[in-house]
């Protein structure tokens, strides 16, 4: 503790050392930090709306208009495994429904004499088990006609794994550049603080001694990067919400504060251990040399 | 202090700078490592600070032995040991006191401490009104008593001075030497390298290493040991 003085002094003067450089790795670094930041965001929105309408999958079971009363095909249907609610939707119901989904275009609706909806049951089920749940509706007799939307949910989900492995990849890609910029960046304050290096060595002082401005500029560049990211996700993120909130507001996005409160943690915490682990990566180069 | 068994120093172009050495050297002595450019002074002096290692032979200085293998060891080892360079090895772009500091921060001494230590090593080699001037501003001699009061001021068990007469005139050169020779106390041993043996005639208490193509002998008092 005796040192941090020293040690911050040292590290400003390695970072002064060599400015426009590490002022670009730091930007360079709050950029792709940045892209990470996105991904992830993009990453966390999508698997928030696979798990909703996971949660949400239902199917539709229309029945056939000679059927007076249906309670007998609801109590049936409840009694399926994987199914865990049945719903009774008349056909004012659906025709509601829809008017509330066109909006202002629902006059035409107006334009059949009759309402063109039909009754229908609505089934709450669980998504793991649809291929059986749906066997055994169609089966019932009175069914005409079950409707699904696992083609959807499908596809859903493939852009959800898909941005789960992009995600994966811009981790790795991001490390890895990182790291080599950072140990890059250290191995030259190390190259122009040759000398020092050496005498320090003659003198006894230990590695640790000696390494710790050097862990501290890696930290403090890859930090300084993660902060610009956590700005620049900030205001992206606040301004995409806005945006979305607005013209898709059937989109389940997850709580802002939520999702944002978990991106500047992850690049924060991120940052500040890929710099550590760059600069003890650039350091190692000192080890390389003679012990002198 | 040191013990030396049979030691040969040979460099990786297959140069052999020192060979079959035998020395057993006590705390709290002065010694003298003489001889002409080039006889392996410089090499001793880097054998007993481990920046080379005994090609042959068995080598231990303040218990701890000399050897590849105990570069951890040999490190703390040097934390006992005061250098004087030929070179300084000052660091630019410090002051004087930042300098003589910098050989206290990794040790377990107090910061205040350290820095008392530190201006009474100026003071004691006179530069106690350079303490807050770069280094790179002051003159030959100065920056060479600062290497002293670096070398002196964590209070080292040896002090090792390698040439510190090299381009001093005459009258500053035996004022570094009876400088060096000052700090000789029971617990602290004094060992200077010089080729310039004419400096050091009148000290008669001191032992004289004399080194000659890479090997030695010892005379104390005018004696040959």
Request: glycine share 10%; with cysteine; aromatic share 6%.
């Amino acid at each position: 503790m005796k040192n941090i003085g020293y040690f911050l002094r040292e590290a400003g003067k390695i970072i002064r050392y060599n400015h426009v450089s590490n002022i670009f790795s730091l930007l360079g670094t709050g950029l792709i930090l940045f892209l990470l930041g996105l991904v992830v965001a993009l990453w966390g929105v999508s698997s928030q709306l696979v798990g909703m309408l996971q949660q949400e999958a239902e199917i539709s079971a229309y029945f056939s208009s000679q059927l007076e009363d249906p309670q007998d095909i609801i109590n049936n249907i409840q009694l399926i495994d994987g199914v865990w609610n049945v719903r009774y939707v008349g056909a004012e119901e659906a025709r509601a429904r829809m008017e509330n989904i066109l909006g202002d275009e629902s006059y035409v609706l107006d334009l059949f004499e009759k309402n063109p909806f039909e009754p229908y049951l609505e089934i709450r089920i669980h998504l793991d088990q649809i291929d059986s749940v749906l066997q055994t509706i169609k089966n019932l007799k009175g069914i005409d006609y079950v409707r699904d939307n696992r083609e959807v949910l499908e596809q859903i989900k493939g852009v959800a794994r898909a941005l789960e492995i992009l995600g994966y990849l811009v981790i790795a890609a991001v490390s890895i550049t990182t790291l080599v910029i950072i140990s890059h960046m250290i191995r030259q304050g190390i190259f122009h603080n040759r000398d020092q290096i050496k005498t320090l060595r003659l003198l006894g002082a230990p590695d640790s001694f000696i390494g710790f401005p050097f862990v501290l500029v890696g930290f403090l560049l890859t930090f300084g990067g993660g902060l610009l990211a956590a700005v620049l996700i900030t205001i992206l993120i606040n301004r995409g919400y806005g945006q979305l909130g607005g013209t898709l507001p059937f989109i389940p996005l997850p709580s802002r504060d939520r999702l944002l409160l978990g991106l500047i943690t992850l690049l924060l915490s991120g940052s500040a251990a890929l710099g550590i682990l760059g600069s003890l990566f650039g350091l190692s180069s000192i080890n390389k040399e003679n012990h002198g | 202090m040191i013990k030396a068994r049979n030691v040969s120093l040979v460099y990786r172009d297959g140069t052999v700078a020192l060979q079959n050495i035998n020395l057993n050297l006590h705390q709290g002595g002065l010694f003298y490592v003489i001889g002409p450019s080039g006889s392996g002074k410089t090499s001793l002096m880097k054998l007993l600070m481990g920046m080379e290692f005994p090609a042959t032979g068995f080598l231990e200085v303040m218990g701890q032995p000399i050897h590849k293998r105990e570069t951890a060891k040999i490190r703390k080892l040097r934390r006992d040991i005061g250098p004087v360079f030929q070179e300084f090895k000052l660091i630019l772009g410090r002051t004087a006191i930042e300098n003589v500091i910098m050989g206290m921060r990794f040790l377990d001494i107090p910061l205040q401490k350290a820095r008392e230590s530190a201006k009474n090593a100026l003071v004691r080699v006179g530069l106690e009104h350079k303490a807050f001037t770069l280094v790179d501003k002051l003159s030959y001699g100065e920056a060479q008593r600062v290497a002293i009061a670096r070398a002196v001021a964590r209070k080292p068990a040896l002090i090792l001075a390698d040439e510190p007469t090299g381009n001093l005139d005459h009258d500053n050169a035996v004022k570094i030497l009876k400088l060096l020779e000052s700090f000789k106390d029971k617990s602290t041993t004094v060992m200077i390298t010089t080729h310039a043996t004419h400096l050091i005639d009148e000290c008669r208490s001191a032992t004289l290493i004399h080194v000659k193509k890479g090997e030695i002998s010892i005379e104390r008092g005018g004696e040959q040991i």
